[in-house]
């Protein structure tokens, strides 16, 4: 979707844009540079979660519309995670480094996996080991 | 006046930007993949999961590297076909690392990290109005998948498609002209037609659009009954129908071991006429796309 001034027939320049909120769209704000004339548009729900479903970030990438992140806090995971696992920076790097839309499942796979260890903290040791053990 | 495609750029939004981008991320994590065969069919209950898991197995038994992305996001089978329900999903230094069966299968299931009687639900601003925006999100959570796991080298993705002639076509078109197609059917009337539909789909409007995807051949699962105290095979279906006008790569009987052994997670019993089906299937599949065309 593009914004154009049509006095000027110059495309306009996205200036603000606001992130969805529960139950509203997301708004965005665009201003022609050559005479300031600015146009907010305002979208409803359904218009936000279709572009949102693309999986792209809005409102500046601001806000990401993951679809697997947003699903996972609306659906029982198998077993739920641990709290009292700690993460060391090393692996929430490598949590990092994987799609967004993936960390909770597998945040909470690998806390599963080092509390039956009797393991209170994931490092990337920890990690190796898993991987040895389901993925290789 | 100025029109859409006089304008440069997308005045900030950069949407387009990331779909683009997302879309190479995906065709860069399956680079390592010589042969991506989506198993479809268009009818609901046919088999394609068990087609699936089945051809994975005859397929690594002939020296394939095989993996298997269930795409089936509401109603995952693979993880519990496969044996690697409640399998945790590792991070790793380049991505996700790719899910293991014991004996060597790599396999993406949501039915790993999902409940085994938990809806698949997303959160929302656009609450009770599902029908607007959930299929394009699930398409999208698919093609994060493809571009977040590292498959590595791999001779065959299989994609566990699951039920609708739309969605096999719409997968097809997520996909891109790398991907194969092996259609699963049973020898009724009903199912015929809806894989018939599916064919068609995959094969284009005819108005010069190209084939959304190539298909190899189908399956005819559940071919008659075999009977494992007489070694005969009965007929399930009341009559035969034409065949598709696409290569018959196997028919595979219907076999209580094999369900059994599907629903357990292990593999199926070796000398069995469904697993030699699926041996024949493999090596027709592999015929076809190692023959240079």
Redesign the interface.
């Known amino acids: ?4 001034c ?1 006095a000027c ?1 110059e ?4 200036e603000e ?1 606001t992130p ?6 997301f708004t ?1 704000t ?1 201003r022609c540079p050559a005479c300031g004339q600015g146009v907010a548009m305002l979208t409803n ?2 218009e ?11 409102a ?2 601001r806000e990401s519309r993951c ?2 992140g ?2 996972i ?7 739920a995670a641990d709290e009292g696992v700690a993460w060391t920076a090393g ?1 929430l790097a ?2 990092e ?3 967004e ?3 909770p ?2 945040r ?3 806390e ?2 080092a509390k039956n260890a009797g393991r209170g903290v994931v490092d990337e040791a920890l ?1 190796e080991e ?2 040895a053990v ?3 | 006046m100025k029109g859409y495609r006089d304008i440069v750029g997308d005045g900030g939004s950069q949407i387009v930007a990331q779909v683009v981008a997302a879309r190479q991320s995906m065709a860069r994590a399956l680079a390592g993949v010589r042969h991506l065969v989506a198993i479809a069919s268009g009818k609901g209950g046919v088999g394609k999961s068990t087609v699936t898991i089945g051809l994975a197995r005859a397929l690594a038994a002939e020296g394939q590297r095989v993996a298997i992305l269930d795409c089936d996001l509401n109603g995952p089978t693979q993880a519990q076909m496969a044996g690697v329900r409640e399998q945790p999903w590792v991070p790793g230094e380049e991505g996700l690392e790719l899910p293991r069966t014991a004996d060597g299968l790599g396999v993406l299931s949501m039915g790993s990290v999902l409940g085994r009687e938990t809806a698949l639900r997303f959160d929302a601003v656009s609450h009770g109005d599902e029908q607007v925006w959930r299929g394009t999100r699930e398409l999208t959570v698919l093609g994060q998948l493809l571009a977040g796991v590292r498959w590595g080298a791999l001779d065959f993705l299989l994609l566990d498609l699951p039920p609708g002639a739309e969605r096999t076509l719409q997968v097809a078109q997520l996909l891109g002209p790398r991907a194969a197609f092996v259609l699963v059917t049973v020898p009724s009337a009903v199912a015929r037609e809806v894989v018939a539909r599916s064919l068609d789909a995959l094969a284009g409007d005819g108005e010069g659009a190209a084939p959304a995807g190539r298909v190899l051949g189908y399956v005819e699962n559940m071919a008659g009954y075999w009977c494992r105290d007489c070694g005969a095979v009965r007929p399930l279906f009341p009559a035969t129908e034409a065949p598709l006008p696409v290569p018959l790569l196997a028919s595979i009987p219907f076999d209580p071991a094999l369900a059994a052994a599907c629903d357990g997670g292990s593999p199926p019993v070796a000398d069995s006429p469904a697993s030699d089906a699926l041996r024949t299937a493999a090596r027709q599949l592999l015929a076809t796309l190692e023959t240079p065309s």
């Open positions: 979707m593009k914004f154009l049509i027939d495309p306009m320049k996205l844009s969805p909120a529960d139950g509203a769209g965005a665009f729900p359904w936000t979660e279709v572009v949102g479903s693309l999986g792209v970030k809005l500046n990438g679809p697997m947003s699903m806090a609306g659906s029982r995971p198998a077993v692996a490598r949590l480094r994987i799609p839309m993936v960390r499942m597998a909470e796979g690998i599963r996996y990690l898993a991987r389901f993925a290789s």
